[in-house]
């Protein structure tokens, strides 16, 4: 029983910290658009991929929303 208490402690944790990553990932990814050297494609996949991350956290799906947050963040070069 208490395994499954720490399990549901860690995961809930988890998710949180999820949670408050996606704003910055997202206030990354919107300061370095303004002087990305993309092409007009590159520029379109990362402000889908960018949506698509804003969508899925506000949806509480922060997994989701790191995963294409982290895909634009790749286009973009950025850390």
Do not use: W, Y
């Amino acid at each position: 029983m208490k395994r499954l208490a720490l399990f549901a402690a860690l995961a809930f944790a988890s998710s949180v910290a999820f949670a408050n990553s996606c704003p910055k990932e997202m206030k990354a990814i919107d300061a370095a658009l303004p002087k990305a050297k993309l092409s007009a494609s590159q520029m379109s996949e990362v402000k889908k991929l960018r949506a698509e991350g804003e969508t899925h956290h506000k949806a509480g799906k922060h997994a989701d929303s790191m995963a294409s947050l982290n895909k634009a963040k790749a286009i973009l070069k950025i850390k």
